[in-house]
């Protein structure tokens, strides 16, 4: 074949003549590894009805002290800001598939232990190990289903990720209505194991294995997944692989790169984690018989408004979505700030971190009223953030980076959204004495502000591109 041949600019991963693959078993592949996100859903809701019941457990049981409840919750981000170092590590030189197969491994690992503790120690042991898990699927399944997935479908599947993780806390929510922690931490054991075995059939990406030069290999994956590949040929393959420093100083690295990071930041500095530590309470504060019916209306408000953007992404666009999330977010933040800062000069009212105003004195009506207002912003807020902020970054780190540095580079992401996902929570309580909760959360709007400029004149629209098309846009092509 010679270079003038028309058929040897196809790409192997693009179709010929344009039209959109319709192979069905990319759908069952992307649902595979996506059970890696579900457990890593479930292994964040576990916390929520675990910690009550760990608390009241007797001897014998471990039971935790309001000190280790903390730590019970706050040691999953360090054990996945771990993770996301090692996913970033396994993903280059285990393979996509490889990799899911081994994170199943501490999910049910994890899960083990904390099933069979007998004292805090082991359950603090097992959550690290949970963490860690988290960190590797967070960032291996993106990746996954963005070099398995055709352009028109790219968009629906990787928001499945986010999905699956909201999906997953959801669960944990309504297991933990009728299972104690032992039995809650051995239905955690299910999704994990059910990946294992699915993923054991399922191929490895072709550009992996283009980047491993198993052609032969790369074809056979193709033609499982998207159900033909004649007439495409293979994409060049640069003879670099790897990472090192001075690739940073290339426009098709660094731009990446920043946009990755940032988005991540943006992500956290949100106040998500804010809003959901108050749900409960603000919920209370609302007259809510049973406050834990919150998490119920937290998850389905998640998962409902998360579906939404997946099944929507591929026709409006990541820019579009994340713009318009990110205003709704403000909008809803600056209303949470504004009941903190209408309920602050009421008589018998605290500001009191620990507190969320509890209004004792004014007639219920009055405080009732006031509660909604943060009921309304609180919902409001998780709208928001599941259509757009929520799955998005996760979405864009698996597109936006070469094929040579996307081990490495979605590995910075990852741990710099669970390095910021830490201190965010650690010390959001500080900020709120500082700056008095009203503040707090208004510094979280501003932040979303920033986030949406960011959105409209940084990121670049990825929709319906494949993604040697994305790379050669940062490249300057």
């Known amino acids: 074949m010679t270079p003038e041949d028309p058929e040897e600019t196809q790409p192997l991963l693009e179709p010929p003549g344009g039209s959109a693959p319709r192979g069905r078993r990319v759908f069952l592949a992307a649902f595979a590894a996506t059970l890696g996100p579900l457990s890593f859903g479930f292994a964040l809701g576990y916390s929520s009805p675990a910690i009550p019941s760990l608390q009241r457990a007797a001897p014998p049981a471990p039971r935790l002290d309001d000190e280790a409840a903390s730590w019970f919750g706050a040691v999953v981000t360090l054990g996945a800001a771990a993770g996301g170092v090692l996913g970033g590590w396994l993903v280059d030189r285990a393979g996509r598939k490889l990799s899911l197969l081994l994170c199943s491994v501490p999910f049910v690992t994890s899960f083990a232990v904390i099933t069979a503790a007998q004292d805090v120690w082991m359950l603090l042991g097992g959550r690290l190990l949970t ?91 193709l033609q499982f997944l998207w159900g033909s590949e004649q007439g495409w040929e293979e994409p060049p393959i640069g003879a670099e692989q790897g990472f090192h420093l001075a690739l940073l100083w290339q426009p098709g690295i660094y731009k990446p790169f920043v946009i990755g990071v940032s988005l991540m930041a943006f992500q956290q500095l949100s106040g998500v984690n804010a809003i959901m530590f108050y749900a409960e309470t603000i919920f209370e504060e609302a007259k809510f018989k049973d406050s834990s019916l919150a998490s119920i ?179 300057g092509r």
């Open 297 to 475: 209306i937290v998850g389905v408000i998640q998962v409902l408004f998360t579906a939404v953007a997946a099944l929507i992404m591929d026709r409006a666009g990541r820019r579009l979505l994340l713009a318009l999330s990110g205003m709704v977010m403000v909008f809803s933040m600056s209303a949470f700030g504004a009941y903190f800062k209408l309920t602050q000069g009421i008589p018998g009212n605290s500001s009191h971190v620990a507190l969320l105003a509890p209004i004792s004195t004014e007639p219920v009506d009055a405080s009732v009223g006031l509660a909604w207002l943060a009921v309304g912003s609180m919902c409001l807020f998780i709208a928001g953030f599941a259509v757009g902020w929520g799955p998005i970054p996760w979405l864009l780190m698996s597109e936006i980076f070469p094929l040579h540095v996307k081990g490495v580079a979605t590995g910075v992401c990852v741990l710099a959204n669970w390095l910021m996902a830490f201190l965010v929570t650690k010390e959001f309580s500080s900020l709120m004495e500082i700056l008095r909760p009203y503040g707090a959360f208004w510094l979280a709007s501003a932040f979303c502000i920033i986030s949406v400029l960011f959105t409209l004149f940084c990121v670049p629209e990825t929709k319906g591109k494949t993604l040697e098309q994305i790379t050669a846009h940062f490249e």
């Open 131 to 221: 963490g860690l898990a988290c960190g590797v699927a967070s960032l291996v399944a993106p990746v996954y289903i963005s070099e398995i997935a055709y352009p028109a479908v790219r968009g629906l599947l990787g928001s499945c990720v986010q999905l699956m993780v909201v999906i997953g806390i959801l669960l944990a929510y309504l297991a933990g209505w009728v299972l104690e922690w032992r039995w809650l931490a051995v239905l955690g054991c299910v999704p994990p194991s059910l990946m294992l075995l699915l993923m054991c059939f399922m191929p490895e990406t072709p550009r992996f294995l283009l980047t491993q030069h198993r052609r032969q290999e790369a074809m056979a994956a």
